[in-house]
């Protein structure tokens, strides 16, 4: 198993241009999320998904869109890159009991992202 | 609201010391998941421990234990003999029941010097 895979790992935008980092897990795990981790913030909740059709907004969702088609893709556009977007950005999926929470989660490898 | 707090920004030990990381954590909810992961120099997340809200028991695995006290909303996480290996920075993080949001902490950067 690939796990949780993610693409680029490194990418250079110019302020204003729209990109897609892909995600994708081959787990059959229904709860995807991406978030993006800045230096002293930890890591901030933009997007996640419960399942293939639905998708909600987390802590940091301004400037990003999300869609899930799939189970095992889950996508996150920049509409109109920004510096303030520079960080370093992870995809993770995990199980999703009935009725409750996610359990523990799977990362990917990150994408580093700089936006001049 | 929900939150964790990790206090300890960066913490410096020598190998083969004792360190505990803090977790405090904030919910309203009575059931809760509170986990730890770790995030070693080449940046990947590695999940090491779940634990719910109804199980106060201590855990230990190796080196590591861990400490859970709804009286004080703590989490620690405590690694034994520490190891040059075990330099890292250590997320804790908590989601309730009934969500789909994880809060993480700032994490703590641990570094263990030869």
């Known amino acids: 198993n690939a796990g949780v895979t993610q693409t680029p790992k490194f990418q250079v935008l110019k302020t204003g241009q729209s990109m897609t980092l892909q995600c994708a897990q081959d787990?059959?795990?229904?709860?995807m999320s991406w978030y993006r981790q800045d230096p002293g913030m930890g890591l901030r909740l933009i997007h996640y998904?419960?399942?293939?059709?639905?998708?909600d907004q987390g802590e940091v969702p301004n400037g990003y869109n999300v869609s899930r088609s799939t189970t095992e893709d889950f996508p996150l556009r920049l509409l109109s890159a920004a510096p303030s977007q520079t960080s370093v950005y992870f995809c993770?999926?995990?199980?999703?009991?009935?009725?409750?929470?996610?359990?523990?989660?799977?990362f990917g490898p990150g994408t580093r992202l700089t936006v001049l | 609201a929900q939150k964790v707090t990790q206090a300890q920004t960066e913490i410096s030990v020598v190998e083969k010391e004792d360190v505990t990381l803090d977790c405090v954590y904030e919910?309203?909810?009575?059931?809760?998941?509170l986990f730890w992961y770790k995030q070693p120099p080449s940046g990947e997340l590695v999940f090491l421990i779940r634990?719910?809200?109804?199980?106060?028991q201590n855990e230990i695995s190796g080196r590591y234990s861990w400490n859970f006290q709804k009286s004080t909303s703590s989490f620690n996480f405590t690694i034994t003999a520490s190891q040059v290996v075990d330099s890292a920075v250590y997320f804790c993080?908590?989601?309730?029941?009934?969500?789909?949001?994880?809060?993480f902490g700032t994490g703590t950067r641990l570094k263990v010097l030869a």
């Open positions: 993770a999926s995990s199980y999703l009991p009935s009725g409750g929470p996610p359990n523990e989660q799977f």
């Open positions: 787990m059959n795990h229904e709860y």
């Open positions: 998904s419960v399942g293939a059709g639905i998708t």
């Open positions: 919910t309203r909810d009575t059931t809760y998941y």
């Open positions: 634990r719910n809200s109804f199980d106060e």
């Open positions: 993080a908590l989601i309730a029941s009934g969500t789909y949001k994880y809060i």
